[in-house]
């Protein structure tokens, strides 16, 4: 009996996933940059099915490519820190006031889509057309989403200012 592509990916997955991320783990010090090296890994294999099929040890090639991927990722966060680091300090947060910091808190609770459709529109002020393009998704769609967003956000801030009003801490409106 053979076993398809799909299902030697699947099996590998499950047998070795958890044993290459501890793996990686202890080469990159990061538990999340394990997950998404060895994630990339399993991509690779996706992608060339046939030739893990090929391998004596398919395990050994998954970690493999992981520390490499790894290794890149690395190296790009290195030169990436070097450019900013010669940019200078990032820049500070143009407002701390508590209203905009009340609607950054409630932005990140919205939906991705209604969050990334009002971010773009509003904050970097580009029309719907073009946010549209942005996010591979119709007008319509951006329209859509800005309308709930709005609805939402604003429910949102209602909500964040009466708690912050029956504590006595601040008023967002004044």
Not at 74 to 99: F, K, M
């Given at each position: 009996?053979?076993?398809?592509?799909g299902?030697l990916?699947?099996?590998l997955y499950a047998?070795?996933?958890r044993r290459?991320v501890?793996?990686?783990y202890?080469?990159?010090?990061?538990?999340s940059?394990?997950q998404e090296a060895?994630?990339?890994a399993?991509?690779?294999a996706?992608?060339?099915?046939r030739?893990?099929?090929g391998?004596?040890?398919?395990?050994a090639?998954?970690?493999?490519?992981?520390v490499n991927?790894a290794r890149s990722?690395?190296?790009?966060?290195?030169?990436l820190?070097?450019l900013?680091?010669r940019?200078g300090?990032?820049p500070t947060?143009?407002d701390r006031?508590?209203e905009?910091?009340?609607l950054?808190?409630?932005?990140?609770?919205?939906?991705?889509?209604?969050?990334?459709?009002?971010?773009l529109?509003?904050?970097?002020?580009?029309?719907?057309?073009e946010?549209?393009?942005t996010?591979?998704?119709s007008?319509g769609t951006?329209?859509s989403?800005l309308s709930?967003?709005r609805?939402?956000?604003?429910a949102?801030l209602?909500?964040?200012h009466?708690?912050e009003?029956?504590?006595?801490?601040i008023?967002?409106r004044s």
């Amino acid at each position: 009996m053979t076993v398809s592509d799909g299902e030697l990916i699947s099996e590998l997955y499950a047998g070795c996933f958890r044993r290459l991320v501890v793996q990686l783990y202890a080469v990159t010090g990061d538990l999340s940059e394990a997950q998404e090296a060895v994630q990339e890994a399993f991509t690779r294999a996706l992608a060339a099915p046939r030739r893990i099929a090929g391998l004596d040890n398919p395990e050994a090639w998954l970690r493999r490519v992981a520390v490499n991927v790894a290794r890149s990722r690395h190296r790009r966060r290195r030169v990436l820190d070097t450019l900013l680091r010669r940019l200078g300090p990032p820049p500070t947060v143009a407002d701390r006031s508590p209203e905009h910091l009340a609607l950054l808190t409630a932005l990140r609770e919205l939906p991705e889509g209604q969050r990334q459709a009002l971010a773009l529109h509003y904050l970097v002020d580009l029309p719907v057309d073009e946010v549209a393009a942005t996010l591979g998704v119709s007008p319509g769609t951006v329209k859509s989403r800005l309308s709930r967003g709005r609805q939402a956000l604003a429910a949102l801030l209602a909500d964040h200012h009466t708690a912050e009003t029956s504590t006595g801490r601040i008023d967002v409106r004044s």
